[in-house]
C-alpha cells in the first residue's frame, strides 16, 4: 500500500459552524502580525470575509476575540483578547489531542506504515 494519510479538521459549532482550522490560522497570523490586514494577506483572504468570520465567532462566544486600534500617524493594530487567546490556546490543545488519537487509531486500522497526517 502507498504511503497514505489521514486528516482531521475538528470543526466547533453552535448555531452553526463558528471556529475551525480557517479562523484559528487567522488569530495565530494577527498574532503574529499585529495587523488583521497583514494577517489575510498572508492567506490570500478577504479582509472583510475575515472580520464576519471573526463577528460570526464573536456572536457564538459572547466575547471579543480581537482588541483593535485604528490606524493614523502611528497605524492601527490588531491583538487577541485575553479570552481570544485562551480559548485559541483551548482549540489548539484540542487539535492536538484529536489527532493524537486519530493516529493512532489509524495505524490499528491501516497498519503502522499508513501513518501520519497531512
Given amino acids: 500500500m502507498n504511503d497514505i494519510r489521514f486528516v482531521v479538521s475538528p470543526r466547533i459549532m453552535g448555531e452553526e459552524k463558528f471556529f475551525g482550522p480557517g479562523i484559528a490560522v487567522l488569530l495565530h497570523r494577527v498574532e503574529e502580525y499585529h495587523s488583521i490586514r497583514q494577517a489575510t494577506a498572508s ?3 478577504a479582509y472583510s470575509k475575515a472580520w464576519a468570520i471573526i463577528r460570526r465567532a464573536e456572536r457564538e462566544l ?32 484540542f487539535c492536538a489531542l484529536v489527532n493524537d488519537h486519530a493516529r493512532t487509531d489509524f495505524e490499528a486500522v491501516f497498519g503502522s506504515g499508513a501513518s501520519g497526517q497531512e
Fill in 43 to 45: 492567506m490570500g483572504m
Fill in 62 to 93: 459572547g466575547f471579543p476575540l480581537l482588541n483593535t486600534t485604528t490606524g493614523g500617524k502611528e497605524g492601527g493594530g490588531a491583538s487577541l483578547t485575553a479570552e481570544g487567546k485562551a480559548f485559541l490556546d483551548k482549540y489548539d490543545r
